[in-house]
Structures are given as C-alpha cells and as structure tokens.
C-alpha cells in the first residue's frame, strides 16, 4: 500500500504544479500584445492542460485505491475525510474551470483581465493548505 500511497502523491504533486502554474500562464497571456506571443501561450497552455489533466486522473486513480483499501473503511464516519473529499470535488471543479479558460483563450476570447488570473491562481493554496492540514493532522 505504500507503493500506492507514495504514487497517489507524485501525481497529486503534478496536478498541483499544473494547477498553480496554468493560472500564471493566463496572467501572461491576458497581458500579451502581440499574436505571436498569443499563439505561444495557446500552445504552451493546452500541453500543460494535457499534462496536469493526466496527473489529475492518476491521483484519482491512486486515490480511490487507498480509498477502497482502508481509509474507508477506517474513516468513513470521520469529518476530515468528508472535508478532503469535499475539497478535491471542488478541486476538480476549479479543474473543469481552467479548461473552459483555456478554450476561450484557444479563441482569442477571454473576458478577464490579467488582474483576475492574479487572483484565480490563488484559490488552489488554499484547497492545497486544507487538503495537506486534514490528511496529515485530521483535526476534525
């Protein structure tokens, strides 16, 4: 279970770098002026979508294996296991959200400024702050 448990984590580690990396890319790209450099960041935005999409399905992966093998049934009636599971949905959700991000740039059509992709590539610290706090302390 360990070999499970350490894979579950090297691909939560890639989804996250994707997370918290494609937001950034949407910041430079709301702020280019040229079509060259627009071009660069569509391509340069669908990869790592691709990239971070893969590492998203392995944790997933890994993830309901652990689940299934004995978190489960050890912590089904525990509330630090809900919340994380309530925190990944909406990870997957934010997830779902970068996608429809990365279309409307595909078209040139975005409706946001650089300012918003500040702040929208802060929202998954938190998700990952709460995420490591329930798993690893599991205060509730």
């Not at 090297?10 to 702020?31: C, N, Q």
């Not at 059509?109 to 798993?135: A, C, D, M, Q, S």
């Amino acid at each position: 279970m360990l070999w499970v448990k350490a894979f579950h984590v090297i691909f939560m580690v890639t989804w996250f770098a994707g997370l918290f990396y494609l937001p950034r890319l949407f910041v430079y790209h709301a702020a280019c002026e040229d079509e060259p450099g627009r071009e660069r960041f569509k391509v340069m935005e669908f990869k790592l979508f691709v990239i971070m999409t893969i590492g998203a399905v392995a944790t997933a992966i890994f993830g309901v294996w652990l689940l299934l093998a004995y978190a489960w049934e050890s912590y089904a009636n525990t509330a630090w296991l809900h919340a994380k599971l309530a925190m990944v949905v909406t990870l997957i959700v934010y997830h779902i959200y970068c996608w429809k991000l990365v279309q409307e740039f595909k078209v040139s059509h975005t409706r946001h400024g650089h300012k918003f992709y500040r702040w929208l590539n802060e929202f998954p610290v938190f998700l990952l702050f709460g995420i490591i706090l329930l798993v690893v302390v599991k205060p509730i």
